[in-house]
């Protein structure tokens, strides 16, 4: 992953945390502004930043273009796709580079890493955290827990690091769940449970058909 920086005469571009962006002519898919997180995160409270992320691979096309195109193409983006800043706001810029940002998954890759593992835990002083150090795709909580867990343990708890974001199950799943079981008491498919629930949420009764359980859940979040 790439992540490009850019600083902003301006004191805020969105109010949003992050934002993700589907579009196949703009090339980053996530953005953020650190200082709706926090405005210690901006040394002027007059201006303020924007990170767009890059998922990209070791030596593809994005990851090989330079530091100065990447800060040119966010501020193209940013400004002529997105209508998000104007060119002269744009003060600057820099791109960092993260190779190992998130573990990258082959077939039968659980075997290596099952060696790899129960070579590490057969010493007592060594634990493993965070996305790469136990190979799990974490969100950044759950990367975050591990060190404090494992701190814990440092200190004489006894906490398995193995077990945070363990569970085989997404929030998106139990909704579906849910909806599909209200479907059984209607008579209704799934999709149209949720798009009428989500109508009569609006004010109306109209709605549009929703052929599939998964596009109800996208249409409703």
């Given at each position: 992953?790439?992540?490009?920086?850019?600083?902003?005469?301006?004191?805020?571009?969105?109010?949003?945390?992050?934002?993700?962006?589907?579009?196949?002519?703009?090339?980053?898919?996530?953005?953020?502004?650190?200082?709706?997180?926090?405005?210690?995160?901006?040394?002027?409270?007059?201006?303020?930043?924007?990170?767009?992320?890059?998922?990209?691979?070791?030596?593809?096309?994005?990851?090989?273009?330079?530091?100065?195109?990447?800060?040119?193409?966010?501020?193209?983006?940013?400004?002529?796709?997105?209508?998000?800043?104007?060119?002269?706001?744009?003060?600057?810029?820099?791109?960092?580079?993260?190779?190992?940002?998130?573990?990258?998954?082959?077939?039968?890759?659980?075997?290596?890493?099952?060696?790899?593992?129960?070579?590490?835990?057969?010493?007592?002083?060594?634990?493993?955290?965070?996305?790469y150090g136990t190979f799990?795709?974490?969100?950044?909580?759950?990367?975050?827990?591990?060190?404090?867990?494992?701190?814990?343990?440092?200190l004489g708890?006894?906490?398995?690091?193995?077990?945070?974001?363990?569970?085989?199950?997404?929030?998106?799943?139990?909704?579906?769940?849910?909806?599909?079981?209200?479907?059984?008491?209607?008579?209704?498919?799934?999709?149209?449970?949720?798009?009428?629930?989500?109508?009569?949420?609006?004010?109306?009764?109209?709605?549009?058909?929703?052929?599939?359980?998964?596009?109800?859940?996208?249409?409703?979040?």
């Amino acid at each position: 992953m790439i992540t490009v920086n850019l600083m902003l005469d301006r004191q805020q571009m969105t109010h949003d945390t992050w934002l993700y962006v589907h579009d196949r002519d703009i090339l980053f898919g996530r953005l953020h502004e650190p200082k709706n997180w926090s405005v210690d995160m901006v040394p002027d409270q007059s201006k303020t930043s924007v990170v767009a992320e890059y998922f990209c691979s070791f030596g593809d096309e994005i990851w090989n273009r330079s530091d100065d195109t990447l800060v040119e193409q966010t501020a193209r983006h940013l400004s002529d796709d997105l209508g998000f800043v104007t060119r002269n706001e744009v003060l600057g810029g820099f791109a960092v580079r993260c190779p190992r940002a998130y573990p990258s998954y082959t077939l039968g890759y659980e075997k290596a890493l099952d060696v790899i593992k129960g070579f590490v835990y057969s010493f007592d002083n060594l634990q493993i955290i965070g996305r790469y150090g136990t190979f799990r795709y974490n969100n950044a909580d759950h990367s975050v827990e591990t060190g404090l867990l494992a701190a814990k343990n440092i200190l004489g708890e006894a906490h398995d690091l193995e077990q945070v974001n363990a569970a085989q199950e997404y929030h998106e799943i139990k909704r579906l769940d849910k909806a599909r079981a209200a479907a059984n008491g209607t008579g209704r498919d799934a999709g149209e449970t949720v798009a009428a629930a989500t109508a009569a949420a609006n004010g109306n009764g109209a709605h549009h058909a929703v052929p599939t359980p998964v596009a109800a859940e996208v249409a409703t979040r």
